[in-house]
């Protein structure tokens, strides 16, 4: 195999290990909420984490220093990037499903689009635009058909995850300025300083009994904090630097389909045809969004 096709082949498995570890977590993660409340639970893993990246990032000689002029755009990023995306798509599950609160928070890039057009001026294209009409049809076929689909009990767990896809998509075009910070001490401090929040806000409003962690919930919580939460962003760098980013993205709406394929089969959440028709409608529009 020539040098060209092993570095292919190496970045098509590290994308691979990296959807299907983001992908798991999502089930992982609504077993953790067996036993500790999402705040919490997703918090206290991401510190975890956040040590362990930190550790990596030495071992590869990087410096955790931060820039002063860079610290107001590292807080923003944190906010948007982990303590909105993680904590508010976490808090979603406790009144919605896997396959709900995946589809809805991986509508960001059609979000996105919306914000560079209002933030930057970018007016979006003929593309841009069916992605923007596939994207929010697919959102309304999930939240308005069927009886019930819109329970009064589900409006909290959809304004999360609402909440988790607007707010990551304004910070993407808010911060795209790369931070002057070497990539695994830029992620150790991001999740670092968006779990820390999480955790204290945990302490004070959920009041969670720590000792409550066992059996399939702390085994879930072992493998949410080393693998989607430490590991992935491993992999996910290395599938980065090897295959094209725009690939690299696309790839990862497999994300979304393995959280809600592996609720179906190992929780037993429904996938009916309103959540067929929404996938569709919703990660085709997505598609569209990533490939400008």
């Known amino acids: 195999m020539?040098?060209?096709?092993?570095?292919?082949?190496?970045?098509?498995?590290?994308?691979?290990?990296?959807?299907?570890?983001?992908?798991?977590?999502?089930?992982?993660m609504k077993v953790v909420l067996q036993s500790w409340p999402p705040l919490f639970g997703r918090g206290a893993a991401g510190l975890i984490a956040?040590?362990?990246?930190?550790?990596?990032?030495?071992?590869?000689?990087?410096?955790?220093a931060v820039p002063r002029g860079a610290r107001a755009r590292l807080a923003m990023s944190a906010y948007t990037n982990v303590f909105a995306w993680m904590g508010f798509s976490s808090l979603s599950l406790r009144w919605i499903t896997v396959s709900e609160?995946?589809?809805?928070?991986?509508?960001?890039?059609?979000?996105?689009?919306?914000?560079?057009?209002?933030?930057?001026g970018h007016r979006p294209t003929l593309r841009g635009l069916l992605a923007l009409v596939l994207g929010l049809s697919g959102i309304g076929v999930l939240l308005g058909a069927g009886a019930g689909a819109l329970g009064e009990e589900k409006l909290p767990g959809i304004g999360f995850a609402l909440a988790a896809a607007v707010l990551f998509a304004l910070g993407a075009v808010l911060n795209s300025r790369a931070l002057p910070v070497?990539?695994?001490?830029?992620?150790?401090?991001?999740?670092?300083?968006?779990?820390?929040?999480?955790?204290m806000l945990g302490i004070t409003l959920e009041r969670?009994?720590?000792?409550?962690?066992?059996?399939?919930?702390?085994?879930?919580?072992?493998?949410v904090t080393l693998i989607p939460m430490a590991a992935c962003f491993l992999t996910w760098f290395e599938a980065l630097r090897r295959l094209p980013p725009v690939a690299a993205s696309t790839s990862m709406l497999l994300v979304p389909l393995i959280g809600i394929l592996s609720a179906t089969l190992f929780l037993g959440e429904p996938l009916g045809p309103r959540e067929m028709l929404a996938m569709a409608l919703t990660l085709?529009?997505?598609?569209?969004?990533?490939?400008k």
């Not at 570095?7 to 992982?28: P, S």
């Not at 956040?50 to 955790?64: C, F």
């Not at 009994?209 to 702390?218: C, E, F, P, R, Y």
Request: glycine share 10%.
């Open 2 to 28: 020539s040098p060209a096709n092993t570095n292919r082949a190496t970045g098509l498995a590290a994308l691979l290990v990296t959807a299907l570890g983001w992908g798991f977590g999502w089930l992982a």
């Open 50 to 64: 956040a040590m362990l990246l930190a550790l990596v990032a030495l071992m590869r000689g990087e410096r955790l």
């Open 101 to 120: 609160a995946a589809l809805l928070v991986y509508s960001m890039p059609v979000w996105a689009t919306l914000f560079a057009w209002a933030v930057s």
């Open 182 to 199: 070497p990539p695994f001490a830029i992620t150790a401090w991001q999740v670092g300083l968006g779990c820390l929040p999480m955790v």
């Open 208 to 223: 969670p009994a720590v000792m409550a962690l066992s059996g399939a919930s702390a085994w879930a919580f072992v493998y």
């Open 284 to 291: 085709g529009g997505v598609v569209l969004a990533l490939r």
